[in-house]
């Protein structure tokens, strides 16, 4: 469904040519296949039979495939090449995807391809790693074209043409005024519909912006929440020093979107495509977390250990646990999942936290309500109307307790400066199984009279 | 963080003047608003009080911010205006934009406001509302220029001046044969570029295309991954339909992300911005899943009834219940994530069906040898080796399980063509954790000889 039966046949014959070894066939059936296509193979192949098809490729195409490629299976393809071919494609690259590539390359390679570099290129370079990590000014291409108030759309015009080979878009100018402060923006559809000799303060609009070191995902989806070509980047006096574009943008956001999906699921991201990322590293990305939520479930043994008493008095007790935790651990994930949500999306501040708790306390007792009213006719007539009375309550306590937690987490994770996907669903269920034992034991001890 | 301090005065005071019912100063107030901070702040609103601010917007600002809201926003707002106001919001919209929000309308209004339409707008409309829903068709835009092979650039930006008004984008232009047949596209800065007498066909390039009746996601993952401006959207027999523009495509992108998301941590999608949803439609989305969740969870329960015996004999054993299936659940979880997102990203496809397994498998094995160790030595430590022997062996049975249901669920879910993301995390783990407690109580009734 996701992919036409012709690409599908080609990455067969690919992948059938790589393990017989048969690169002389291997690069000519390479050669027809369009750089879009060969990015998508690539991506589903292992590390090493990656950097074999990558060295296949005509040298033109090899750089429009590279700058398609993620920046962490760009940086494993560089440790196979030759010096003389990474420094090539290094010089190629746009300074903004450079920088991108940089970040994932051990510290010691940096610095030597950064000195191969061109004078150009290396000054364009150094503007955009000056910015901290994560942050909008890292992201912005440093390569645009200007225009002033005062100049007329003819002027405008040839000054675009003249540049038109070193900007990474041309389709929004930044209006700058004599201290390098942005004045407005015109689009090059504004340049198009005006007359020639209009002059740019008559056509240009109010210029939306952001500053160079303002979260980069913010910044992205601010820009795409207006659906801009491309938003210019100030520092903090309202100077120009940079463009973000709507293609890094969307590579913005999804690869935050990976971030949190990821956290949401309890697993660290795992940067490469699927079937690039070795075994080990699958491993690697979910065990630390999994020793954490289980370092935290041996609370539930503890709990547990404490109502042994309990437990072996009234043995019915035990078959619950799971139904009860598992739907306190559902409802404080349901919670988790939208806050996080609506917190990406700028819907929900950290600053609602007060107005969050209200909504999903009452959301959450509303839910036990219904669920334990069912508890409590079901578990009543199959054991006792004790034991549903037990089951009904534990139900509205749980599921009104883990909504509240659940939904505040992600804005306590705001405030404390951190990503508020960490407080993951699993990390979240576990701490609501503990207290929805102790909730459980001691409205059964009470109820029961242990 | 996420907000200026202007901006956030700006609302507290547009709140206070809402609770104070002061219309007068509030209509002064939002005046001064940008069109692009209203509809953040409409969309942090509730139902009623939204309705009183979009009122209070100038004509010509309102249909700024309309078309700027959530589909779901829009059609409650609809609901609040008077027909003549509908109307006249209704044609200002562009085709694509006026769709989605019928999408959304009782299906009683939505004839009544196409009939309203003006000739043009209903034709241009009709068009695409032939196209099935989550179709690309959809969500393109009729309203585009195009060129043709022979004609020169300077023809062909002449002809772009002349329809500049009404084109959604005039940054990338297919070129058709005569039979409307696509032949190439051509970027405004290719023509801005070349010679004004040079011909369209020595500058176009070739044009990748996607068919009206495909998946609207894949066709904004196409678009957003390659980094166009826009792709031409043609018909069975590569005729020009429409084009979809890179706004659409992160605006299409965004709803799936959100689907995903609320999927993964088992809510149905809000679809609107969490302070604009009621509250009874925050519970209306959590309370299915959670009593499917529940009613699956029964069967945890049937499982430790059936084993019942074994639990009164060995009580220590229920002490590990929670934190075994809860380790089961968590490691579900993590495959299902990750392939649920490589699914999405279309990394990984339906048909790799055997090669996730086979990595799946051998994750899963790894963790739970890993975990298994660990329990092995704690509990054999602080209970008994026998007590150890039996959560090690227990754990590393689990995981592997766990992990490879999780991982093959999301692509069970796309060969039985349902939203992979239905099988939602809590989906997985209540069935892991039934399937789990079996494996437990076999393990242990073996080792302690039971």
Known sequence: MNQSVGQREVENRILKL?????????????QDVPADDIVLIIERLGAKQQAVVFRLLHKDEALDVFEALDPLV???????????????????LDPDDRVWLLDELPATLAP???HGLSERERR?????????????????????????????????????????????????????????????????????????DAIIASIMSEAQSVEATEDAEHA????????????????????????????????????EESEDSARQGGVEPLRRPYFATPIMQLVRSRVVWLLVLAVGATLTVQVLDVFEGTLAEVTVLALFVPLLIGTGGNTGNQAATTVTR?????????????????????????????LGTLGFLIAGFVYSWQIGAVIGLTLVAICTVAATIGGIMPLVARWVKVDPAVFSNPFISTFVDASGLIIYFLIARAILGL
């Open 342 to 370: 609506a917190l990406a999306l700028g819907d929900v501040k950290a600053r609602d936290i007060a107005r969050v708790l209200g909504r999903e306390a009452r959301v959450g007792a509303m839910l036990g309500l219904l």
């Open 124 to 196: 364009l370079t150094s503007v955009v790693l000056g910015y901290p990590q994560d942050s909008v000014g890292r992201r912005m291409t440093p390569e645009y074209v200007t225009t002033r108030m005062d100049y007329t759309v003819a002027d405008t015009m040839a000054r675009l043409r003249d540049r038109i080979d070193d900007a990474e878009t041309i389709y929004m100018l930044p209006v700058l005024d004599d201290a390098r402060h942005i004045a407005g923006v015109v689009s090059l559809r504004d340049l198009i519909a005006a007359e020639p």
């Open 112 to 114: 030597k391809l950064l």
């Open 74 to 92: 760009q940086s494993d393809l560089v440790r196979g090449l030759r010096d003389g071919e990474v420094a090539e494609i290094f010089e190629g």
């Open 18 to 30: 790589l393990t017989e070894g048969d690169l002389k066939q291997l690069g000519s059936v390479i």
């Open 220 to 255: 992205a989806r601010k820009l795409t929440e207006a659906g801009f070509v491309a938003i210019p980047v100030v520092d903090r006096e309202r100077r120009l020093v940079g463009l973000l574009t709507f293609d890094d943008a969307m590579r913005i956001i999804e690869h």
